[in-house]
C-alpha cells in the first residue's frame, strides 16, 4: 500500500520540486550507477524516482527503459522503509514472485535498495542494485550500498555544473521537458538544444566568453542499421550518447538532432588551441569507437563540423546551425573536420580556422 494521503502528498510535492523528473541523462548520475554496478558485480543499478503512478529512472544502468509502473516497482517497498529494502531471491518471496518484473524478460531475482531523501527528509527516489541470480549483502557491502545512495542524494541536492542546462529545467514543466529530450537516447533533442543555445548565447554575449559547438554526423549508421538491424543500431545509439557524456564530462550538454547526428554544446574552452585539441579528440573517440556485427568494418566513423563563437560579436542560434550546416557538407565532401569562428578569433598559433 502507498503511505497515508497527508504523507503522500507531502513526499509527491518534496519530488515535484526537484525538478529531476523527465531530464535528460547526466554523467553525473550516470558515473554513479555505473560504479556501483562494477563495484557490486550486478547487471542493473538505477536512480529510480518514484512518481505518483510510475517509477522513472535518473539513470539506470544494464536495460534500456526509463520508467514503469509504480504498482509493480521493487522501489516502492524501498520509499516505505526507513531503511534498506532487500529480497534476496524474488522467485520465492510471496510479495514478488508472480511480478511481472520477476517472470517477465528482465528476470529479477535479487534487489536491494536504500531510501534517497529530499531536503525535509521525505523518500523521494530509491538507490538499487538489481540481480538476475540470488544473492545476499555482507555488513560491508550493506554499508557501501548506504554510501553510494548517499553521493546520488548529494547530487539530486546538488545544482547541475551546467547552470545554462539547469536554468532551463526548472522554468519549464515536465511534459515541456518530455517534448525537448530524445526518447531513444534521453538526450536533448533539436528543439531541445536550440533553446539551450539561445540561453547559451546571451549568456556568453554578456560575459564577453566564447561558445564551442560540435556537430557529428555519423555518416556510416545507415549501413549499420542495415547491417546489425534496428535494435542493435538503437543500442549502439544509445552507447554512443553515453560515452560521449562519459567521455567529455560534466560540463557539455550533447543532444542527438537527428537519426544519425548529435550536437555538443560546451562554455569551458576559452581559446582556438584548445577548441582545437578537444575537436581533435571528438574525432579520434567516433573514428575508434568499436562495434560489433559489422562485416568488414570494426569502428564507427563521422564527419565533423565545429564552431566556435565569441561573446563579442551579435550572433543568433540560427547563424551557428547555418555555419554547422555549411561546415558538415564540407567535412563530408572533403573528408576532413571543419572548424569555423564566429567573431574576433581568440590570440593563436593555429592556422586550421576560418573567421
Same mark, same amino acid.
Given at each position: 500500500m502507498y503511505e497515508k494521503p497527508n504523507e503522500e502528498e507531502a513526499r509527491l510535492l518534496a519530488l515535484q520540486s526537484l525538478q529531476i523528473l523527465d531530464t535528460p541523462i547526466e554523467e553525473r548520475y550516470e558515473r554513479i550507477t555505473r560504479l556501483a554496478s562494477r563495484a557490486f558485480d550486478v547487471p542493473m543499478c538505477a536512480i529510480s524516482c518514484v512518481d505518483q503512478n510510475r517509477q522513472w529512472f535518473k539513470s539506470i544502468q544494464g536495460v534500456n527503459i526509463c520508467q514503469t509502473a509504480r504498482d509493480i516497482s521493487f522501489c516502492q517497498r524501498t520509499i516505505e522503509s526507513d531503511e534498506m529494502f532487500v529480497? *534476496? =531471491? #524474488?522467485?520465492? =518471496? /510471496?510479495?514478488f514472485c508472480d511480478n511481472p518484473l520477476v517472470t517477465g524478460d528482465l528476470g529479477i531475482v535479487f534487489y536491494a535498495g536504500v531510501p534517497i531523501r529530499s531536503y525535509d527528509c521525505q523518500p523521494i527516489a530509491s538507490f538499487c542494485l538489481i540481480d538476475t541470480k540470488p544473492r545476499e549483502l555482507n555488513e560491508y557491502e550493506q554499508q557501501m550500498l548506504i554510501d553510494f545512495a548517499r553521493l546520488a542524494q548529494y547530487e539530486i541536492h546538488s545544482e547541475? /555544473?551546467?547552470s545554462v542546462q539547469d536554468?532551463?529545467?526548472?522554468?519549464? @514543466?515536465?511534459?515541456?521537458?518530455?517534448?525537448?529530450? =530524445? *526518447? $531513444?537516447?534521453? $538526450?536533448?533533442?533539436?528543439?531541445?538544444i536550440r533553446t539551450i543555445m539561445d540561453e547559451f548565447l546571451h549568456r556568453v554575449a554578456q560575459s564577453q566568453t566564447y561558445m564551442s559547438s560540435i556537430m557529428i554526423d555519423l555518416t556510416n549508421y545507415k549501413q549499420i542499421n542495415a547491417s546489425i538491424g534496428h535494435p542493435a543500431a538503437d543500442n549502439l545509439l544509445r552507447e554512443i550518447s553515453k560515452n560521449i557524456?562519459?567521455?567529455? @564530462?560534466d560540463d557539455c550538454i550533447v543532444s542527438r538532432i537527428g537519426p544519425d547526428q548529435f550536437l555538443i554544446l560546451l562554455d569551458t574552452l576559452t581559446c582556438i588551441d584548445s577548441f582545437s585539441r578537444t575537436v581533435d579528440h571528438i574525432q579520434d573517440f567516433i573514428d575508434q569507437f568499436p562495434i560489433s556485427g559489422v562485416q568488414e568494418r570494426t569502428?564507427? @566513423? @563521422? #564527419?565533423?563540423? #565545429? &564552431? $566556435? &563563437? =565569441?561573446?563579442r560579436s551579435d550572433c543568433s542560434t540560427c547563424a551557428v546551425f547555418e555555419t554547422l550546416d555549411e561546415g558538415m557538407y564540407n567535412a563530408k565532401m572533403s573528408h576532413e573536420l571543419q572548424i569555423t569562428i564566429l567573431g574576433d578569433p581568440p590570440m593563436t598559433n593555429s592556422s586550421r580556422f576560418a573567421a
Amino acid at each position: 500500500m502507498y503511505e497515508k494521503p497527508n504523507e503522500e502528498e507531502a513526499r509527491l510535492l518534496a519530488l515535484q520540486s526537484l525538478q529531476i523528473l523527465d531530464t535528460p541523462i547526466e554523467e553525473r548520475y550516470e558515473r554513479i550507477t555505473r560504479l556501483a554496478s562494477r563495484a557490486f558485480d550486478v547487471p542493473m543499478c538505477a536512480i529510480s524516482c518514484v512518481d505518483q503512478n510510475r517509477q522513472w529512472f535518473k539513470s539506470i544502468q544494464g536495460v534500456n527503459i526509463c520508467q514503469t509502473a509504480r504498482d509493480i516497482s521493487f522501489c516502492q517497498r524501498t520509499i516505505e522503509s526507513d531503511e534498506m529494502f532487500v529480497i *534476496p =531471491d #524474488a522467485r520465492i =518471496d /510471496p510479495r514478488f514472485c508472480d511480478n511481472p518484473l520477476v517472470t517477465g524478460d528482465l528476470g529479477i531475482v535479487f534487489y536491494a535498495g536504500v531510501p534517497i531523501r529530499s531536503y525535509d527528509c521525505q523518500p523521494i527516489a530509491s538507490f538499487c542494485l538489481i540481480d538476475t541470480k540470488p544473492r545476499e549483502l555482507n555488513e560491508y557491502e550493506q554499508q557501501m550500498l548506504i554510501d553510494f545512495a548517499r553521493l546520488a542524494q548529494y547530487e539530486i541536492h546538488s545544482e547541475s /555544473p551546467i547552470s545554462v542546462q539547469d536554468s532551463l529545467i526548472h522554468q519549464i @514543466g515536465e511534459s515541456w521537458r518530455r517534448s525537448l529530450i =530524445d *526518447p $531513444l537516447t534521453r $538526450l536533448w533533442n533539436l528543439d531541445g538544444i536550440r533553446t539551450i543555445m539561445d540561453e547559451f548565447l546571451h549568456r556568453v554575449a554578456q560575459s564577453q566568453t566564447y561558445m564551442s559547438s560540435i556537430m557529428i554526423d555519423l555518416t556510416n549508421y545507415k549501413q549499420i542499421n542495415a547491417s546489425i538491424g534496428h535494435p542493435a543500431a538503437d543500442n549502439l545509439l544509445r552507447e554512443i550518447s553515453k560515452n560521449i557524456l562519459k567521455e567529455f @564530462g560534466d560540463d557539455c550538454i550533447v543532444s542527438r538532432i537527428g537519426p544519425d547526428q548529435f550536437l555538443i554544446l560546451l562554455d569551458t574552452l576559452t581559446c582556438i588551441d584548445s577548441f582545437s585539441r578537444t575537436v581533435d579528440h571528438i574525432q579520434d573517440f567516433i573514428d575508434q569507437f568499436p562495434i560489433s556485427g559489422v562485416q568488414e568494418r570494426t569502428t564507427l @566513423g @563521422g #564527419a565533423i563540423s #565545429a &564552431v $566556435l &563563437v =565569441d561573446g563579442r560579436s551579435d550572433c543568433s542560434t540560427c547563424a551557428v546551425f547555418e555555419t554547422l550546416d555549411e561546415g558538415m557538407y564540407n567535412a563530408k565532401m572533403s573528408h576532413e573536420l571543419q572548424i569555423t569562428i564566429l567573431g574576433d578569433p581568440p590570440m593563436t598559433n593555429s592556422s586550421r580556422f576560418a573567421a
